[in-house]
């Protein structure tokens, strides 16, 4: 089993759509967890961190179930300029380890 | 959160040479992490490097291909060494400042083609 497992997508979604993608960790003493988007041939930039109690910034709202060791990201009222990758990236070891998951593909169609 | 500034964007190299690959932070950044990531694929950790002590090398990675340098809390080098075709893809440096829920800012890669 992967460490950190993403379902790869593509998820073809319509503009204006909700959107929600899972991520699972296979480590349960991971201590921080985030969400990161990556455009095609860009580097990853951090969209958001995942909070115990979740967390909500705009349209993306992120939650984390440390019983069943899964993150979710749930995307409102989705954009075109939302397509992109979404990989989720767990840390342990006081932060030294990071693991990335293999990301889910996003694309929002007219 | 930190800027990093990586160089160089892209290179074309021939095989049997050598690579070095910087990153420079704006601010001082406790972990500096290098990873590798082929097209469609997710990240690959090569290694960690600490400030005044030796890299850690991910499982898969040496020293040896991947002499990494970690002279300061801003700046940080990875060498792909001896070079192969199979060396060919995006090299990405990566920074973590303070706190638990710090997130990690990333150079901008370099795409390395080793022909």
């Known amino acids: 089993r992967k460490e950190v497992e993403q379902d790869p997508g593509p998820f073809n979604v319509p503009e204006g759509a909700t959107v929600a993608f899972n991520c699972t960790y296979s480590n349960s003493a991971s201590q921080s967890f985030f969400w990161y988007r990556q455009d095609c041939r860009k580097e990853p930039k951090l969209l958001m961190s995942v909070y115990s109690s979740g967390n909500e910034d705009g349209r993306f709202t992120a939650q984390l179930n440390r019983a069943s060791q899964y993150i979710s990201l749930l995307i409102r009222d989705s954009k075109l300029s939302d397509s992109a990758t979404y990989l989720c990236?767990?840390?342990?070891?006081?932060?030294?380890?990071?693991?990335f998951g293999t990301g889910t593909k996003l694309q929002v169609i007219p | 959160s930190a800027v990093i500034s990586q160089k160089p964007s892209r290179d074309i190299c021939q095989r049997g040479t050598s690579l070095t690959i910087q990153c420079q932070v704006d601010?001082?950044?406790?972990?500096m992490f290098w990873y590798r990531q082929q097209p469609g694929q997710s990240l690959t950790l090569i290694a960690t490097?600490?400030?005044?002590?030796?890299?850690?090398?991910e499982s898969g990675f040496v020293i040896d291909k991947f002499p990494i340098s970690r002279p300061n809390l801003t700046f940080s080098t990875l060498t792909v060494s001896n070079m192969s075709p199979e060396d060919s893809s995006i090299y990405l440096c990566s920074g973590r400042g303070q706190g638990p829920h710090y997130g990690y800012t990333f150079g901008s890669g370099t795409r390395l083609t080793v022909v």
């Open positions: 601010s001082q950044v406790t972990m």
């Open positions: 990236v767990v840390t342990s070891g006081g932060y030294q380890k990071v693991t």
């Open positions: 490097a600490n400030q005044g002590s030796e890299a850690t090398y």
